[in-house]
């Protein structure tokens, strides 16, 4: 740590590992489901369509929650927004183990959309605490970090389901109580230990100036929707989270695809996503790191962020090959390539906002967004599954070429719609240099 580290202080970081934290409890319960894929499938006798519906139920939901969990975290601050998110989820992420065979399908719908209600609050949460916690010049890392936790979650599950779960499905109910004891532990530790910057009395007025000095002071008046639907930085913005469907499609679907297309079962899907997934963790870390560098260095903050999705748009590419490639470990290779491509545009992604709007409108921004990104990746999962159904395995073919294809069409049109990024005041006006 350097002599200026020690002056400033490093509380901020403390907060981020709570957000850290959180985020893996929610990609470890939201993984499970994806992770026992075909052992459910087997197990309760569905269909690639029954399976689908699973799905969307919790898409459903989390685009649902969308709409009202961001103006909840925006109007009753992180502290209780986020502690309500994580108790619903937990609470639903546990139901799944009380659910009878002759129910699953209504059973795992019905859990499914209450963890996706809960789910819906985390990001919004997350992103609002960063822009609250970091400089602008800071965030993309910060969101790197604690956007890693997403695949540590994801790296978890098929581990720790491969150690209690049989191939059989004997105990499958474990893992879904697993969380709950994590997600009690955070909630106490969150409410224990959060506040915002300027009320924290563990914080250092140093570190408090430097977390401030690159944004401008704001009023607590509440901007409601209707004001940021119209700004083109919205759109721009739910435009990238379309992309999140591609990250779902890995999630939800890739253990189904190893499985009918290598021959990979429950017990064996460990490795696979271990390597899929430390891909993903290091695109995460590497994606903010390299923008705030690049910013550092002098590079504008419009120019930082769209080049490092350029260039992550075209690391994806390669993915659409995965379903004609007949090497086992050449295929997760190029999904973990494509993984960490994910999470470096993503981080970006997510910064794009607390870089052109004020905090107090980051977390309806971010839900807007992405209720936008869940409702395609509904109609993506209802496609491929009713694909997947009447034409074998051929809906894998279309499922990794527009996932490989979207990201460079994407930011053309982010580019269209932002074209300089330039910052939002407090009334939504921009800001001139």
């Known amino acids: 740590m350097t002599e200026v580290e020690k002056k400033v202080g490093n509380y901020r970081y403390r907060?981020?590992?709570?957000?850290?934290?959180?985020?893996?409890?929610n990609y470890f319960d939201r993984s499970i489901v994806g992770v026992m894929a075909p052992t459910l499938q087997a197990l309760f006798n569905w269909t690639n369509k029954d399976y689908a519906a699973i799905m969307v139920s919790f898409k459903i939901a989390y685009g649902i929650g969308l709409l009202f969990m961001g103006g909840i975290i925006d109007r009753f601050g992180t502290k209780i927004g986020y502690t309500i998110s994580i108790a619903l989820w937990s609470l639903f992420g546990m139901l799944h183990a009380v659910i009878r065979p002759a129910f699953s399908l209504v059973g795992f719908m019905v859990a499914r959309f209450g963890l996706g209600i809960g789910e819906s609050g985390?990001?919004?949460?997350?992103?609002?605490t960063v822009a609250e916690w970091f400089p602008k010049k800071d965030r993309a890392f910060a969101t790197g970090?604690?956007?890693a936790s997403t695949s540590v979650g994801a790296i978890l599950a098929p581990f720790i389901v491969g150690a209690v779960v049989s191939v059989e499905g004997d105990n499958w109910q474990i893992p879904f109580l697993f969380t709950g004891v994590l997600s009690s532990v955070w909630v106490f530790l969150w409410l224990r230990t959060y506040k915002k910057p300027e009320d924290h009395p563990k914080l250092s007025k140093e570190e408090l100036t430097y977390i401030n000095s690159d944004s401008d002071e704001e009023t607590i008046e509440k901007i409601p929707w209707l004001k940021l639907l119209p700004k083109r930085e919205t759109w721009a913005f739910s435009l990238t989270t379309i992309t999140d469907g591609v990250w779902w499609?890995?999630?939800f679907w890739g253990a189904k695809f190893l499985a009918e297309q290598f021959g990979v079962d429950i017990k064996n899907i460990g490795l696979p996503f271990l390597i899929i997934f430390i891909m993903a963790d290091t695109g995460s870390l590497t994606g903010g790191y390299v923008?705030?560098?690049?910013?550092?260095?002098?590079?504008?903050?419009?120019?930082a962020r769209k080049i490092t999705m350029l260039v992550c748009a075209i690391i994806i590419l390669p993915v659409s090959f995965v379903p004609v490639i007949a090497s086992k470990w050449i295929a997760v290779f190029l999904i973990g390539l494509a993984a960490a491509g994910h999470q470096s545009w993503s981080i970006?992604?997510?910064?794009?906002?607390?870089?052109?709007f004020p905090k107090k409108a980051t977390a309806?921004?971010?839900?807007?967004?992405?209720?936008?990104?869940?409702?395609?990746?509904i109609f993506a999962d209802i496609a491929l599954g009713a694909v997947l159904d009447t034409a074998n395995n051929s809906g894998y073919f279309w499922a990794f070429l527009i996932s490989g294809m979207s990201y460079l069409v994407i930011i053309g049109f982010v580019h269209l719609l932002m074209p300089k990024m330039t910052p939002l005041d407090d009334n939504l006006n921009y800001i001139k240099k």
Do not use: E, H, Q
């Open 15 to 25: 907060i981020l590992a709570l957000v850290f934290m959180a985020t893996t409890i």
């Open 249 to 251: 499609f890995y999630l």
């Open 145 to 147: 970090i604690f956007d």
């Open 122 to 128: 985390n990001f919004p949460a997350a992103i609002k």
């Open 348 to 356: 970006n992604s997510y910064t794009l906002v607390s870089d052109v």
């Open 291 to 303: 923008s705030g560098a690049l910013i550092k260095k002098g590079w504008s903050i419009n120019r």
């Open 364 to 377: 309806s921004v971010i839900g807007i967004g992405k209720m936008i990104g869940v409702t395609v990746a």
